[in-house]
């Protein structure tokens, strides 16, 4: 089953974390991989972040976290 990204990002807009996580740790494509590290950012665990940014074939951006929100919302179009 492939995940549903906007669901994630909604709720972790929504300050869900747990649940956003939850749905997403569970999926290896590049958007989820890195929607993953923006929640790891979220959480301020900046090594582990890295870590799933880097399997969604991106680095840890230098961007805001409202900002990064953004770019990955935007990503939905694409997917």
Same mark, same amino acid.
């Given at each position: 089953? #492939?995940?549903?990204? !906007?669901? /994630?990002?909604d709720? *972790? !807009? #929504?300050?869900?974390?747990?649940?956003?996580? *939850? %749905?997403? =740790? /569970?999926?290896?494509? /590049?958007? &989820?991989? =890195?929607?993953? +590290? @923006?929640?790891?950012? /979220?959480? +301020?665990? %900046? $090594?582990? *972040? &890295? @870590?799933? @940014?880097s399997?969604?074939? $991106? $680095?840890?951006p230098?961007?805001?976290?409202?900002?990064?929100? #953004?770019?990955? @919302?935007?990503? %939905? *179009?694409?997917?």
């Open positions: 089953m #492939a995940c549903n990204h !906007k669901e /994630v990002l709720l *972790a !807009k #929504a300050g869900n974390w747990e649940e956003a996580h *939850a %749905l997403v =740790q /569970v999926h290896g494509d /590049v958007l &989820s991989c =890195q929607i993953h +590290g @923006y929640l790891h950012r /979220v959480e +301020g665990d %900046l $090594s582990n *972040a &890295s @870590y799933w @940014y399997r969604g074939k $991106s $680095s840890l230098k961007n805001t976290l409202d900002e990064e929100f #953004a770019r990955l @919302y935007a990503k %939905l *179009a694409e997917a």
